[in-house]
Structure formats: C-alpha cells, structure tokens
C-alpha cells in the first residue's frame, strides 16, 4: 500500500498540469501556435506573387512577437484578463481565416489558404475557451446584486473595447489580404486588346486597352469591372481605355490593399504605357478614378506631370487625419478618434507601408493641369472631403455634388449630364 500511495503522491502534480488551469493554457497555446504558424507561411513562405518574404519583415515579426507575449502571458494574469485574451485573440484568430475562406470559395484554396483556414476553428477554440474561462474564474462573493451589476458593466467595457481595438484591427487585416481574385467579365461592346506592363517595384499588371482615335488615352481605375459603363462612354467619343487590375487583384501580381496605399505606382505605370502606344500622344493621357481609385489618381497627379487631366469620383478618406478631416459633430468625430488611429497603426503593420499623405495637402500640386471632382455628398462614405480637396487645389478645378446619388453612382443617377460634364472635361484638358 505504501508503494501504491507513493506512486498516487507522484502522478499528482501530472494531473494537476492536465487539469484545470494548465489544460486551459495547452488549449490556448496550441491556438497561438497555429496562428503563429500561418503567420510565418503567409509572410515568407508563400508571399504573394511578386512580392519576397524580405518585403515582409514587419507584417511577420509584429505579430509574431505578440502572440509570443501571449503566450508567455496568459497563465501569469487573472481569470478575468485571461478570459478577455482569450476572446481577443479569438476573434482576430478568425480574421486571420477570412482570407483563406475568401479564396478557397473563388478560386480555390492554395499556398498559405490552408493554415488560414485552420486558424478558423483555433480562433472559434479561443472563444469558448475565453466564455468558460470567464464563467469558471467569475466572482461569486458579495450581495447578487454587486456581482451582477459588476458584470453588466464588465460586458459593455468589453463590448467598447471589441468596437474601439478589435474591429479596426481585424478590418485593417482584411483589408490588406483579401482581393478581388477573379476576372469579371468583359461587357465593353467594343475592340479590345489584351495588355500588361510592370510597375517600377517590379510587379506585372494586368488588363484591357481600347484603342485611341482621337489621340488621346483616359486610365478608368480600379479593375476591371466597375469601370466598364465609363470606359464605353468614353470609347463612343473616340477616347483610348485602359483598364486594368490593381495589385494583388484578378490576375496582376502584388499584394492586396483596400486603402489603395502603394497603388499610386500602379497609375504611374499604366500612363507610361499609354505614353508609348503608337495610337496615344503621350501629352494627351487622362484619368478617371473612383473612390479609393479617385483618390488614387489625384496622388498619382501630384507626383507626376505625366497625366494631364483627372477626374475622381467618390474619393473619401483613406489615413486618419483625412477621417479627422470630415465634416462630423464633435463627440462623433471624437469617438471616431482611436478606432481610426489604431486601424492606421495595423494598416501600417500588416501592409509594411508608411500612410500616404493628406490629399488636402496633395491637390495643390496638380494645377495648372485640370482636376474634376465628383461626389455624392450625402453618400456615408466621407465624400463631403472633396470640399476641402476642391479649396485646397489650384485652378482649372471643378466640383459636381450629386444630392441623390450613391457612391460612385453619378452615371446613374443623371446619366446624360454625366456623359455631358466627363467627356467635355477631356475634351477641353486632352484634345484642346
């Protein structure tokens, strides 16, 4: 019996480290484990076609770091703080799935794909491991109605918190990895042809050309499938189009960034390619962007003389002092404030990129080359800027708010008078 009590006294603390807390902690570290994996497959060792692993030092290591702190963290804190880890990271463990989900669904899963998606239930691990770890290390001392009001008040800080960190974070995430993966398809009703160029980081582009008869070439950005009802506007008048994929979208290489941070290198090499078609005088080359293509086309304009004429519809904010710029009451644009911050700060982490200047600081330096804007000023999309942008630049300048329509919708919602304005403008910029 000795011996046996001995033996019982020895597998002791072996049941304890598999019961309990230290089981909570193995269920969360084998999470951030598989985390950690896709972290690494996504930044170097599958990167994005025509993008390196060395391109990736931040959006890899960062996030490595924290899920190391993590990890080393978790069983040193509170139930309660270890149940909110847990949420936390389960949550963005989730995010970090979309994008294989995304893809797997319509292209089908391939490179980091896989390790994505298992971080999908890892992260819905994490959730039911933060809810029962917050239920099992809850306070039961104390008058019920203390321990419940503590409660309540615990799940609306939570909640605050999800809005004010989570959710920029997560978006920020999203947004850098997850494109447009498929050529949609063509309904241009005219010739065409088939192109591509690089970019001056290397990347090769995609997309397609109608031929000029006027000589002169509009670029009508981004993709290749909302642009096309302009890109047959402009074809009736004569005017060459350039379509084309963006970066880390349909069958052009790069990695994905919804903010359009980067993309300006990708305008600049679409009119370089216009500049050296026979049918184009390269004097005569325009732009027509919209939204975060709009706001695209006017930093390219900024920095190149190249590109004679612009217009942008729908151009919003894409960095936090162009949303700090919006026209919103006080305590909203307050509020606004650390979500819009921290979403720049991840922005900045997962895209590898520095935020791009203010565009009100940009404008100016587009003039004497003429700049057409187009808004939808009660569209929720910011576009009351384009004020700002329109007092900020130099002359030719025009401003058109539609009250009735949509983002991005000004063909649609006065169809005669948008054809009328946009080609009149290239008309007077580009052939005049």
Not at 193 to 206: H, P
């Amino acid at each position: 019996m000795a011996a046996v009590d001995a033996a019982r006294r020895r597998a002791a603390p072996l049941l304890r480290r598999w019961g309990g807390a230290s089981r909570e902690t193995t269920l969360f570290r084998l999470a951030i484990v598989v985390f950690a994996i896709h972290v690494v497959d996504d930044n170097f060792l599958h990167p994005e076609p025509g993008a390196a692993a060395a391109d990736h030092l931040v959006s890899g290591l960062v996030p490595l770091a924290v899920l190391g702190v993590a990890a080393w963290g978790y069983p040193r804190v509170r139930g309660l703080w270890r149940g909110a880890m847990a949420l936390a990271l389960g949550v963005l463990g989730i995010a970090l799935g979309v994008e294989g989900a995304h893809y797997a669904n319509k292209v089908g899963a391939s490179g980091d794909d896989f390790t994505g998606l298992v971080c999908i239930p890892a992260g819905v691990l994490l959730l039911a491991l933060g809810a029962t770890t917050l239920w099992r290390t809850r306070r039961t001392d104390g008058r019920r109605a203390w321990r419940y009001g503590r409660r309540v008040l615990l799940g609306i800080g939570g909640v605050v918190a999800a809005t004010m960190l989570l959710l920029p974070i997560g978006l920020a995430y999203v947004t850098t990895h997850v494109g447009r993966p498929v050529v949609p398809d063509n309904d241009l009703r005219v010739g065409y042809e088939d192109v591509s160029f690089r970019t001056s980081d290397g990347l090769k582009l995609v997309g397609w050309y109608i031929p000029s008869k006027n000589g002169a070439a509009v670029i009508v950005f981004p993709g290749r499938k909302g642009p096309q009802e302009k890109a047959r506007m402009l074809a009736r008048h004569g005017y060459g189009v350039l379509l084309f994929d963006r970066r880390g979208e349909g069958e052009s290489e790069g990695e994905p960034n919804s903010w359009g941070w980067g993309g300006t290198k990708d305008v600049k090499a679409a009119v370089a390619y216009l500049q050296r078609r026979p049918d184009v005088d390269p004097h005569r080359v325009g732009g027509l962007g919209l939204s975060v293509g709009g706001e695209m086309m006017l930093d390219a304009a900024s920095d190149t003389k190249a590109l004679a004429a612009v217009v942008s519809e729908g151009a919003g904010a894409r960095m936090f002092t162009e949303e700090m710029d919006q026209d919103l009451p006080p305590l909203e644009k307050a509020a606004n404030a650390v979500p819009a911050w921290i979403k720049q700060a991840a922005l900045v982490v997962f895209s590898n990129q520095s935020p791009p200047t203010n565009l009100k600081d940009l404008v100016p330096k587009i003039a004497p080359r003429a700049m057409f804007l187009i808004a939808a000023p009660n569209a929720p999309t910011g576009e009351d800027l384009n004020r700002g942008y329109y007092r900020a630049a130099g002359e030719p300048k025009a401003l058109w708010e539609i009250p009735e329509s949509k983002h991005v919708g000004g063909q649609e919602a006065r169809p005669r008078e948008y054809e009328l304005r946009v080609v009149s403008f290239f008309d007077n910029a580009l052939l005049r």
